[in-house]
């Protein structure tokens, strides 16, 4: 897991991981990149992360995907990105298609749901919390 202050430098890091792993005899890598998309007037969106719990959401992950044969890659940005940049890129290595399929879909839906990221639009330089696009973390007590 990777994090970064601003937008992503996804060719940087998309080629990084190929190096990491082109010894590694996987058949099938499926990456997934957020952009920021230009909507609602925004110049930016702007990412507050808790890396405790987002790391271990991570592992608990890297375990999953080591039962399958498979391997999950991540990054993700802090602070502001601004629209059309990235702010999140995952990535699955796996020996076989249909593994790496499945494996990149429940990552990407359970990321949108259990990760500990908190998103604010960025309007006229101010950031405001993006309550109607944020989800309640399960045992957040306060903060669900």
């Known amino acids: 897991m990777e994090l970064y202050d601003g937008p992503l430098d996804i060719k940087e890091i998309f080629c ?4 990491e792993e082109a010894h590694s005899n996987y058949g099938a890598y499926i990456p997934f990149v957020g952009t920021i ?7 930016a969106l702007s ?15 890297q375990e999953k995907a080591k039962a399958l044969g498979a391997s999950v890659k991540m990054a ?19 020996p076989k298609r ?9 990552f990407v839906e359970d990321f949108k749901a259990n990760a500990p990221i908190w998103k604010y639009d960025v309007k006229n330089g ?11 973390m399960y045992g957040s007590g306060l903060l669900a």
């Open 47 to 61: 990412f507050d992360i808790y890396e405790p719990v987002l790391r271990e959401w991570f592992d608990t992950w």
């Open 98 to 106: 249909r593994v790496a399929l499945e494996l990149i879909d429940a």
């Open 126 to 136: 101010e950031r405001i919390y993006a309550a109607d696009r944020s989800t309640p």
């Open 16 to 19: 990084r991981w190929l190096d």
């Open 76 to 94: 993700h940005s802090q602070g502001d990105v601004p629209i059309h940049t990235s702010s999140y890129i995952s990535a699955v290595f796996s």
């Open 37 to 43: 998309r230009a909507e609602d007037d925004i110049e």
